[in-house]
């Protein structure tokens, strides 16, 4: 069965700092990868996707992650960290690329230190 | 505009009652979906619909159903809510998996 495991409910991090937070997935077929971001009272927003093309994948507001299979990791980062960036982030991964649904990490918060 | 909407975005309720939550969206997408979210529980599949006479279970279908209107309109309904199922209720809409899932606003739902 695939999953998706997001190390760490709460990160924090100083503004300006390296933003790292950490997802890894189980999946015995190829998977989608995705990482969504969840501002307060707000909807889920897409952030980036790793769908087989480059495993450096770029994403909005100066977010990336990097696919790596032999981790089975797509960890999301962002050089800088920004006031702006706190929120929730999910990472989600399909069973396969013919699957129809993805499944969602249980979430990271993110806090940012002025 | 935006191109999920979701009605009503906060709802109050007593146990036994039904409720519909209702989401629209604007996208031209065939493939809708919805989610409840709980703290500490990430996002969880209700069920997903990839056309109007296609409607499946996800993983937590038990005391919902759904109703596929047209494409642009997917209803979830709790025939007898109860305490259990106060949460937030996302719906969601895509083109093709690979291009992701696009979130309306969310419904705030608490039953009393």
């Known amino acids: 069965a695939q999953s998706v495991t997001q190390l760490g409910s709460h990160v924090s991090v100083s503004e300006g700092a390296l933003v790292l937070l950490r997802c890894n997935y189980s999946s015995s077929v190829p998977p989608y990868l995705f990482w969504y971001v969840q501002y307060p009272n707000q909807g889920l927003q897409l952030l980036l996707k790793?769908?087989?093309?480059?495993?450096l994948v770029k994403g909005i507001n100066g977010f990336e992650a990097e696919f790596k299979k032999s981790e089975t990791s797509f960890h999301l980062t962002k050089p800088s960290a920004h006031m702006s960036d706190a929120a929730e982030y999910f990472c989600a991964v399909t069973k396969g690329r013919g699957a129809n649904n993805l499944f969602f990490g249980t979430g990271t918060r993110l806090t940012v230190i002025p | 505009d935006a191109d999920v909407t979701q009605t009503p975005r906060n709802r109050i309720t007593k146990t036994g009652k039904r409720i519909m939550l209702e989401c629209s969206q604007t996208?031209?997408?065939?493939?809708m979906y919805w989610y409840r979210q709980d703290p500490g529980l990430g996002l969880r599949l209700i069920y997903y619909s990839f056309d109007v006479k296609d409607i499946n279970k996800g993983e937590i279908s038990d005391g919902y159903s759904v109703s596929r209107q047209a494409q642009a309109k997917f209803s979830l309904s709790l025939e007898s809510a109860i305490p259990n199922q106060t949460a937030l209720y996302f719906c969601?809409?895509?083109?093709?998996?690979?291009?992701?899932?696009?979130f309306g606003p969310g419904t705030r739902l608490l039953v009393l």
């Open positions: 969601a809409t895509s083109d093709t998996l690979a291009g992701g899932q696009y």
């Open positions: 996208k031209g997408h065939d493939r």
């Open positions: 790793y769908t087989s093309a480059a495993t």
